[in-house]
């Protein structure tokens, strides 16, 4: 009878780079990406022994893949330790990306695809901070009779839109305090929240939500839902947002066009800032 040999346990590797990669691949290119984004996720510098049980690899091929990435500038040593963090070419490399995004061009397709699944207009707004308000920038129309339409350029005030809300629930409180001096509270309709304590009430309900609400409070008879798209520093800079007449956008439904808003301006925050 065979004798059971004994498992060794450890820290659980992040994945499994040493087995043999998918076909197409090239097996040391992903070992080596591995450890780049290792290195990446330790925020700081990371030991070598640490790597290589992380990433599953031998500790003379992790020296190995990372005294190339060295030479090349990727990577780098600092300390008396020896530590490994990320070298200043890899910046180099990763600020092309900002160079060659475009936010209209990457957006636009999700709000044809947002408006298809949810019936409603769909907008793009940005957050200007020259004077503090939402600026819608790109829309796609619902074909519903009934339906909400606002110029391109048009501006949504920061505490009685979804749009607006979604950046304010951002925001430290000092900053909304500060807004809130600087900008007061107006009054657009009797469902408009005009104290500066049932607002900060409101933004709590939001950062737990995910999503901002607009409850009549802009228009009466209109309700807008609202979710954040966030830049590579995690600021919330852009928001997705489905608005519609309150007949249709029922409470039943809110929380359902919620998670839909949520859900791609995720996808949208991670195709745009990696995040």
């Not at 780079?17 to 591995?34: D, I, Y």
């Not at 350029?153 to 925001?171: E, V």
Request: proline share 5%; hydrophobic share 40%.
């Amino acid at each position: 009878m065979a004798t059971p040999v004994p498992v060794k346990r450890g820290k659980k590797p992040r994945s499994s780079p040493a087995a043999a990669p998918a076909g197409g691949q090239v097996q040391s290119l992903t070992r080596g990406l591995t450890l780049l984004e290792l290195i990446a996720d330790s925020h700081g510098s990371v030991a070598l022994t640490e790597l290589a049980q992380q990433a599953g690899l031998p500790n003379s091929t992790t020296h190995r893949l990372l005294s190339t990435m060295q030479q090349q500038g990727f990577v780098r040593q600092v300390g008396d330790l020896g530590l490994w963090t990320m070298g200043a070419h890899a910046f180099v490399v990763g600020s092309s990306f900002l160079q060659s995004r475009n936010l209209l061009a990457l957006v636009h397709p999700v709000l044809r695809s947002l408006m298809e699944q949810s019936g409603e207009t769909v907008n793009l707004a940005v957050l200007d901070l020259s004077d503090h308000q939402a600026v819608i920038i790109d829309q796609v129309q619902c074909t519903q009779l009934m339906r909400m339409s606002a110029p391109i350029g048009g501006k949504l005030p920061m505490h009685a839109s979804g749009a607006g809300k979604a950046f304010l629930a951002h925001l430290g409180e000092d900053q909304v305090t500060a807004l809130l001096h600087q900008k007061g509270l107006h009054y657009y309709t009797p469902k408009t929240l005009m104290s500066p304590q049932s607002l900060k009430e409101n933004l709590a309900q939001v950062r737990k939500a995910g999503f901002s609400l607009d409850d009549e409070e802009h228009a009466l008879g209109l309700r807008c839902v609202a979710a954040p798209i966030y830049d590579e520093h995690g600021d919330a800079f852009a928001a997705l947002s489905i608005s519609g007449p309150i007949a249709r956008m029922t409470d039943d439904r809110i929380t359902e066009l919620g998670a839909l808003v949520i859900r791609e301006a995720r996808q949208v925050t991670l195709a745009y800032s990696g995040r």
